[in-house]
């Protein structure tokens, strides 16, 4: 079993920037095994994926409305998993969703896909909001 715990998120003002982290933790977890990613839900919207990274072939995806904007990395040390968010917009106001699936599939390959693959384990959200 995988516990995903995300934090960081707050009020900023558009331009603004914030840092989400995502803490994972669980016996066994490797990170090599696993694509990690930041999903959004905004009112009223379904939930979407921002940005993904895996390991084991040193990949990161973005949708395309947040590239250039967003960043996503990881510590493996810390076992945390990032996101960079950087001249933020309002319509990035969401609740933010850290998550994990066990695939031996990369993120440019699964993460445009885990609307119909789905996610394994979700951690529970944290809200950002971006005033104009």
């Known amino acids: 079993e995988v516990q995903l715990q995300a934090s960081g998120g707050g009020s900023v003002q558009a331009g603004g920037s914030l840092r989400l982290s995502c803490l994972i933790s669980?016996?066994?977890?490797?990170?090599?095994?696993?694509?990690i990613g930041w999903f959004r839900q905004a009112p009223g919207s379904e939930r979407e994926v921002s940005s993904c990274?895996?390991?084991?072939?040193?990949?990161?995806y973005y949708t395309d409305s947040v590239k250039g904007r967003f960043t996503i990395s990881s510590d493996h040390a810390k076992n945390t998993v990032y996101l960079q968010m950087n001249n933020l917009r309002p319509d990035d106001t969401a609740v933010y969703y850290c998550?994990?699936?066990?695939?031996?599939?990369?993120?440019?390959?699964?993460?445009?896909?885990?609307?119909?693959?789905?996610?394994?384990?979700w951690g529970k959200g944290t809200q950002v909001t971006v005033s104009s």
């Open positions: 998550a994990a699936k066990l695939t031996r599939y990369g993120s440019k390959w699964y993460c445009p896909r885990a609307h119909s693959f789905g996610m394994q384990y």
């Open positions: 990274i895996s390991s084991s072939d040193r990949s990161t």
């Open positions: 669980g016996s066994g977890f490797n990170f090599d095994d696993y694509v």
